[in-house]
């Protein structure tokens, strides 16, 4: 905002207040009212979609953010090192899994993905199901245990291999960017669609990404 431009300022009443003014008021009132409630419902297929869109954006973000961290890890040959790894990685496979699966979620399935970022969805979802949602037997994850028997008693030895790609693989980095403008471009689609239906502009907030959003964003 520009500095010549001046602050508004408003002031919000509870609807049974409105009793109270003078009727000349309260007739102008209502009409506000009912040719807001009218415009709204003309548009009411287009406000679902646009509340889904919205209720995806924090997932998005935290998608964003998650995969930022992955991608500034630093490789360490540790074992608090690669639990680290693997713990964010299991934040980016299940908020994944949130953003085009869970609750309301956002309208973005696996058609609406190219083809060339299909093979990573599946992926994704492979290792959210079977490796860290549920312990069915991921291909990245093998043990197994050995028993011996030595000098009368029983010894257990247990092996156990975990494979993982270091910071995230390569190939989420451009889903992310594609999910990144995907929301903003279905965003604008629905602003231009309301605005058709109605008649009037709709803005929505709007501001400087943060230094972790993706390339997407800051061009």
């Not at 415009?39 to 924090?58: G, T």
Request: glycine share 8%.
């Amino acid at each position: 905002m520009e500095e010549s431009e001046e602050l508004q300022e408003f002031i919000v009443f509870p609807e049974e207040a409105i009793r109270y003014f003078p009727l000349e008021w309260q007739k102008h009132l209502h009409a506000l009212k009912e040719e807001g409630q009218g415009i709204l419902e003309s548009a009411d297929h287009n406000l679902k979609i646009l509340n889904r869109l919205v209720h995806a954006f924090p997932t998005m973000a935290s998608l964003r953010y998650i995969h930022h961290r992955l991608a500034s890890t630093k490789f360490e040959a540790t074992m608090e090192w690669a639990l680290e790894n693997d713990m964010l990685i299991l934040a980016f496979v299940t908020t994944y899994a949130r953003l085009v699966e869970g609750g309301i979620g956002s309208g973005v399935s696996r058609g609406s993905l190219p083809a060339v970022l299909r093979p990573v969805h599946d992926h994704i979802i492979s290792l959210r199901n079977k490796r860290y949602a549920h312990n069915v037997g991921h291909a990245s994850i093998t043990g197994s245990m050995e028993i011996g028997f030595q000098g009368g008693a029983f010894d257990i030895s247990v092996n156990f291999n975990m494979s993982f790609h270091v910071g995230g693989s390569l190939d989420w980095k451009p889903l992310v960017e594609f999910l990144d403008g995907l929301m903003f471009d279905r965003l604008q689609v629905q602003l231009k669609k309301l605005k058709e239906k109605t008649g009037r502009e709709w803005t929505f907030p709007n501001g400087p990404p943060p230094k972790w959003a993706s390339p997407k964003q800051n061009t």
